[in-house]
Structures are given as structure tokens and as C-alpha cells.
DNA sequence: TCTCCCAGTGGAAACGTTTCCACTTTTTTT
DNA sequence: AAAAAAAGTGGAAACGTTTCCACTGGGAGA
């Protein structure tokens, strides 16, 4: 028990050749009913399991799959790793998982091992899939992988959420609500193409609009500054009454900043997230978000890659309108002076001459 | 590029014997310095990589480890898995990851499919430990392994909270603010040993402190008939004040459902949840929780595989009381009877003479 | 000058599989 | 009854690595 038993101890207690063992246990050959029996009991008798090393090296596969994202504290790529984890799990395939910490080193380093152990494909989330050293030695290597919430290229596969999309209905549900002087607040708007292409569908929104460019509150952590830095923002930008937050929790927390600077949520400040965390829809008021579903995002990474292996050439694509969807909540409504006077302000064309009221310094 | 190098086409390629390449890449004996040129610039010129999989053959080692929760969807897990892959990450180990869904079974399967393939060793958090058989497996087979949120056994490892203890304290805090009839709302507490203990704990401080036996709701599902089984739980129990729930999340949904129900929190009833959750802190009111640290329990199994690998034997051991903390929140308080009343009643062995009011049927 | 030692090297064996080929025995076909 | 086909079997080769052993030279010590 000590040392686990090979196949060989099996046809040696079977007295058969290791050819005939290895049929037997593999259905991959005429075997008698006798030798089965045989080989079975052996099997029994020695606790014997297959070593998949051996099988590898031999069948230069390994059933494994690397999985790559940022961090799993993050809910979003947490569900999108559980639901990758399971899809390969049902098709025989186990997951190996690294987190990245938005790190390109450690993201190029740990692709470079997991390459070297022979994983038989990737579902990955990179920094920048441009220029990721990591990517590029897959690609390389011609190693079936698909990327998940990157920007899908020309040929690169990619279930992402369509973030530029997203980022116009955000603006459109401001802009139904009356709203007519956006801001974005963004974290970590450096190291994430997605980031930044969700910017861009705002900035497009806005002048859509015909809003002025939306303000833009960059911070570099989940920073314990957040409330001052909210402040010197509001006080720069007196006329804003949207926010658009780039993920939930950080809306979250805003809401909990701006109450204690002594603004109402949604009565001075609307705000919109970005995720459709649950708990956005247990708390008081309930967030206005995009609702985006990681989890199935990561099945259908993983999806693709499958299909990539067995070269079926046809994976299921994801439409880009279907990858989110808006949740209403009450963290959005009219901005305050509009409701006490005239609702019709509330129209696609902003009549651009409302200011906003009331933020106490 | 097709066929990945070999270290044989290497070695051919400089113009040497295998075992020379080898020697040279893994520094393992002597080289002339001209071999050393030589192999690297064939190695530049191949691009070759080391196959970890004949290597794992060869040494029998595979620098992976095994990793298996119930589900990453939930953020206590998925912090746990952070930490644990974050450590074997710097020890130059990978982390193969397997969600259970809570099923015996997939659990088992897992296990075995791990072993096959030959993880040097098992961080995992078993639905039973006593009962588990993939965990039998492991012991069988003497491969380094770490229990994670199970209970500690007298030959098991384990890294996790002392929901005992954790559970008497929250009995503590409820004592603190004058409640005197408990309750406590759980989810899946079949298949689970900590959810068990936590019922445990409860039940003996309750005791401890002469209060009625606590009355408990089980529910299957994180259920939308929460609502509906609160407001009989709530009619059956009509003296109860303080509700225990096990966890962060479905804390918040009751406090959710508790408003729907026309009651307040903390006015009504008292609520104190269990893992300490993030968000818990940024909602109204904020949620008196037992704060744990998952991600430094994956780390610290981590830590203890790892050293248990190493033949150390010395690994550090969780000091049980610090394994959680009690964090205050607005969502306990003096039951509303007391507050309008008699401020002593506050008091560590309750009078027992309260009786809840205004649970508006 | 003759040993002896050691740096440097090549190559075979081993790790645990599967697959292929060759061989024997049985069954089917003519 | 003979020939052909099929079923059943054993064993070697291959997968990519490391490690061990054996062999060469050359330098140091006698």
C-alpha cells in the first residue's frame, strides 16, 4: 500500500501481460471473460487506480484545463470560474486555477507553467489580450483557449460582456430619468481593457445626447479616501446628478459615502453600478445596475474550448446584446430639482439648463 | 513549432548527450561553460520547455495540489481557495480546483480523479469528515493533506473557525443587549458538520445563561418562501427577539423579508449574522456579524499541506479563539419592549417576565 | 614518470501507460 | 476437412524526463 500499485503488479497477480491488463480495464480490445475476471480481481486485491501521468506522457493529453483570472474574491470571476470549473468537470476535464492579482508578470509566468504541464487548453481572463506575453506563447503553441471578459479580436474567441453597450443603456436609463450631467467612477482604470472600453461606450453615450463629456473619478484602490476624494469630485462638478459606479460594491460603498457626506441617494445622487451582485437587490435602497452573469460567461468559455479540442469547429457564439442586461433599483430616480418641478424636463433631449442643487460642502 | 522540442532535440541540436542538456538546465552537475552556450542557444533556438509531465513521472512529484470546496459562488470558499492558491503560488505549486456542489458523491469522484492524478497533496473542505470516503482515500494513501472549515479530528489537520465558540459569543452579544429568547435560522444543516456545531454552540450558551432552548427554521434553498416561513416562525415563537442566522447573506435577505413583514430591525427583532462579509458593513443598518477570515484559513491549510510535504512536522496551528471576532452593527439592539422600559433588565440572567409585541400577524 | 582523482561527458534504465505487432488458439466459412 | 477469419494474448516500443554508471582526459601529487 505503501507504494501505489502499477498496472504491471496487476498482470503480474492476473498473470496476464500488462497488454492484456491494460484492454481489459480500458475496453480497448478483445478480452476473454475469464482474463476479465481475473484482472478485475487483481484490481480489487491492489486498491490499483491508473496513474493519469503515465497515461499522459503516453497520450500527450491531460484532461486538465488551465483556468486564469485576476482573483476569485472578486464574486464576478469567482461565479465565472465556478461555472467553468463545472462544465469541464462534466466533460471529464479538471480545472487548474491561478490568480493573477492584475499582475502581468506573475500572469505571464503562471500561463508559461501551466504550458508545461500540458494543460489541453485555457479559459483565461488577461490584462491586456494585445499584449499579453502569456497569450501570445498560447497562441504560439496553437493550445485551444478562449478568453473570458476580454475584448474579442479578430481572431481570438471571447465571452465578454459587451461593455460598450452596457455603458449606452447606462446612459439611457440616466437620460430617461431626466438626468443631463453625468460621472463615471472607475477603479483600477489603468490595467483593464474592459475598464476602459466601458468608458468609452459612456463617453459615446453621453455625446449621443448631447451631454457634455461625463467626469471621470479614477481611484486607485478600494481606498478608505473614497468619501473625501467623492467630495473634492461633487464640489468640482456641482451640475452632476448620475454616477455611474464600475462595479457594485463600489457603488455600494459610494452610496455609504455620499450618506456620510450628507447627501441623499437617490435625492441628490443617483447611481448606477455595474455587476448585478445580489446583494444589490437585498439592501435599502435597492442598486440600479447592469446585470451581467458571470457564471454562464464562464461555462461558455469553457464551451468553446471544448468544442476546440474535439475540433468541432463551431462553437456557440455569444450575442453581444444578450451578454447584460438592466436591473432598475432605487438608487436611481429623478434628480431632486427635477422632481419638484417640471417632470417634463425628463426627456431624451436635455434641456441643458438645469443645475444641480443642494451639495452641501 | 508544430511538435513542441524535446530535450533530446536539444541535445542533438547542441551537439550533446541528453543527460549533459539536462545537467546543464537544472544545474544539477557539472558543465563546461561551452556546453552550457551551446544548450542554452538550442534551447533559445527550439523554445523549448521542460514537459512537467515526464518529469512528474520520473520524479513522481507534480508540484499540484488538490483543492476541493463545496462551490466558489460562495465568497467564503471562494476567499479560502484565493488564499490557499495564493500560498502554493509562491511555494511553485499549482492548484487544482473542484467544486462539490455540497454532493457527497461529486466529492468522491473528485478525490479519486485527483489521486490518479497524483497531487503531491489535498486542501478540502469534506461535507462529513468523519464519513467522507474520498478523505478515507487520502489517509489510506498517506498523501499530505489539510482539512479546511471542518471539524478538527484527533489524527486531522483542520483549519477552521470555532463555531462553538463563535456561536456561544454571538449568545453573549444577545445576552448583552437583554434578549432572552432566541432563535436560529439555518441553511443545509443536514449536510453539513460546522452548521451542526454552530446549532450546538448556540444551544448550549443558551442554556448557559438559563435561557429557553432556541427555536430553529431550517430551510432547504436560499428560498423565496423566506417571507412566508418567518411570519409563521415569527407567530409560533411570539416572545422571540433575536435571531442567529448562519450566515452573512441569507442575514441580509431576512432582514429583507423582515420589512416586508412590517417589522424592524433592530426594533422588532435583532439580527447577527455569521462570516463577516464586506457588504455587511455598507448597508442600513449595518449587520452584527462573527467575522472569519477565510482567506487566511486557505492560506493556513496551505501552509500546513505544504509543510507536511516538506516532512516538517511542525506546522502552525490555528489558536481556536482567534479563528473569529464579534463585530457590533445596527442590526442588534435593545428589543424595543426594553428600550421604552426598564433599561435593567439588560442583564445577564434575564428576568424572563418579557414577551414580544406588535408581531403584526 | 607513474598514479590517482575529478571535471566533464554520453547513454542506458526507469518511471506507468497505451498501442502496435506477432503469435496462438478458436471459430467460421467453403 | 482444409482454409480463412476472428478472438485472444504477450511483449516491445514509445512518450519526456532524471539519474546512475561508465568512460575519457588532464592536472596534481608522489
Redesign the interface.
Same mark, same amino acid.
Given at each position: 500500500?505503501?507504494q501505489?500499485a502499477t498496472i504491471k503488479d496487476v498482470a503480474s497477480l492476473a498473470g496476464c501481460g500488462v497488454g492484456t491488463a491494460s484492454r481489459v480495464l480500458n475496453k480497448s480490445g478483445p478480452t476473454s471473460n475469464d482474463m476479465k475476471k481475473r484482472v478485475l480481481m487483481a484490481v480489487e486485491e491492489l !486498491?490499483f *487506480?491508473?496513474?493519469?501521468?503515465?497515461r499522459?506522457?503516453q497520450s500527450s493529453k491531460?484532461l486538465?484545463i488551465g483556468?486564469v483570472v485576476p482573483?476569485?474574491?472578486n464574486?464576478v470571476y469567482?461565479?465565472a470560474?465556478?461555472g467553468a470549473?463545472?462544465t469541464f468537470?462534466s466533460a471529464g476535464y479538471?480545472?487548474?486555477?491561478?490568480?493573477t492579482?492584475y499582475d502581468p508578470d506573475?500572469e505571464a509566468q503562471?500561463i508559461?507553467?501551466?504550458?508545461?504541464?500540458?494543460v489541453d487548453g485555457f479559459v483565461l481572463t488577461v490584462g491586456d489580450a494585445l499584449s499579453s506575453e502569456g497569450l501570445k506563447s498560447i497562441q !504560439?503553441? *496553437?493550445i485551444p483557449h478562449c478568453l473570458l471578459f476580454n475584448m474579442a479580436t479578430d481572431n481570438e474567441k471571447s465571452w465578454s460582456v459587451d461593455d460598450h453597450s452596457a455603458a449606452l443603456n447606462v446612459v439611457e436609463a440616466f437620460v430617461e430619468k431626466g438626468h443631463c450631467h453625468l460621472g463615471f467612477l472607475a477603479l483600477k482604470f489603468k490595467s483593464s481593457d474592459r475598464a476602459r472600453e466601458r468608458y468609452q461606450g459612456f463617453v459615446d453615450g453621453c455625446s449621443r445626447y448631447n451631454m457634455p463629456k461625463p467626469a471621470l473619478l479614477e481611484i486607485d484602490e478600494d481606498s478608505h479616501a473614497l468619501t473625501d476624494l467623492l467630495k473634492e469630485f461633487l464640489n468640482q462638478n456641482p451640475t452632476l446628478t448620475g454616477l455611474f459606479v464600475s462595479n457594485d460594491?463600489l457603488a455600494?460603498?459610494t452610496?455609504?459615502c455620499a450618506?456620510t457626506l450628507g447627501l441623499s441617494v437617490p435625492g441628490d445622487l443617483s447611481i448606477i453600478g455595474f455587476d448585478g451582485i445580489?446583494?444589490g437587490a437585498?439592501?435599502?435602497p435597492t442598486l440600479a445596475t447592469i446585470v451581467t452573469d458571470p457564471?454562464g460567461m464562464g461555462s461558455g468559455a469553457a464551451r468553446t474550448v471544448l468544442t476546440t479540442i474535439k475540433g468541432e469547429e463551431a462553437p456557440i457564439q455569444p450575442v453581444p446584446e444578450l451578454t447584460f442586461s438592466f436591473r432598475a433599483g432605487g438608487s436611481l430616480a429623478f434628480p431632486a430639482a427635477e422632481r419638484k418641478g417640471d417632470e417634463k424636463a425628463a426627456t431624451l433631449s436635455p434641456p441643458n439648463n438645469l443645475t444641480n442643487k443642494n451639495l452641501k460642502n
Amino acid at each position: 500500500m505503501r507504494q501505489p500499485a502499477t498496472i504491471k503488479d496487476v498482470a503480474s497477480l492476473a498473470g496476464c501481460g500488462v497488454g492484456t491488463a491494460s484492454r481489459v480495464l480500458n475496453k480497448s480490445g478483445p478480452t476473454s471473460n475469464d482474463m476479465k475476471k481475473r484482472v478485475l480481481m487483481a484490481v480489487e486485491e491492489l !486498491r490499483f *487506480e491508473f496513474s493519469e501521468v503515465g497515461r499522459s506522457l503516453q497520450s500527450s493529453k491531460t484532461l486538465t484545463i488551465g483556468c486564469v483570472v485576476p482573483s476569485v474574491a472578486n464574486p464576478v470571476y469567482a461565479d465565472a470560474v465556478q461555472g467553468a470549473q463545472e462544465t469541464f468537470q462534466s466533460a471529464g476535464y479538471q480545472t487548474l486555477l491561478v490568480c493573477t492579482n492584475y499582475d502581468p508578470d506573475i500572469e505571464a509566468q503562471a500561463i508559461r507553467t501551466l504550458i508545461a504541464k500540458q494543460v489541453d487548453g485555457f479559459v483565461l481572463t488577461v490584462g491586456d489580450a494585445l499584449s499579453s506575453e502569456g497569450l501570445k506563447s498560447i497562441q !504560439r503553441r *496553437e493550445i485551444p483557449h478562449c478568453l473570458l471578459f476580454n475584448m474579442a479580436t479578430d481572431n481570438e474567441k471571447s465571452w465578454s460582456v459587451d461593455d460598450h453597450s452596457a455603458a449606452l443603456n447606462v446612459v439611457e436609463a440616466f437620460v430617461e430619468k431626466g438626468h443631463c450631467h453625468l460621472g463615471f467612477l472607475a477603479l483600477k482604470f489603468k490595467s483593464s481593457d474592459r475598464a476602459r472600453e466601458r468608458y468609452q461606450g459612456f463617453v459615446d453615450g453621453c455625446s449621443r445626447y448631447n451631454m457634455p463629456k461625463p467626469a471621470l473619478l479614477e481611484i486607485d484602490e478600494d481606498s478608505h479616501a473614497l468619501t473625501d476624494l467623492l467630495k473634492e469630485f461633487l464640489n468640482q462638478n456641482p451640475t452632476l446628478t448620475g454616477l455611474f459606479v464600475s462595479n457594485d460594491f463600489l457603488a455600494l460603498e459610494t452610496i455609504r459615502c455620499a450618506r456620510t457626506l450628507g447627501l441623499s441617494v437617490p435625492g441628490d445622487l443617483s447611481i448606477i453600478g455595474f455587476d448585478g451582485i445580489k446583494v444589490g437587490a437585498m439592501v435599502e435602497p435597492t442598486l440600479a445596475t447592469i446585470v451581467t452573469d458571470p457564471k454562464g460567461m464562464g461555462s461558455g468559455a469553457a464551451r468553446t474550448v471544448l468544442t476546440t479540442i474535439k475540433g468541432e469547429e463551431a462553437p456557440i457564439q455569444p450575442v453581444p446584446e444578450l451578454t447584460f442586461s438592466f436591473r432598475a433599483g432605487g438608487s436611481l430616480a429623478f434628480p431632486a430639482a427635477e422632481r419638484k418641478g417640471d417632470e417634463k424636463a425628463a426627456t431624451l433631449s436635455p434641456p441643458n439648463n438645469l443645475t444641480n442643487k443642494n451639495l452641501k460642502n
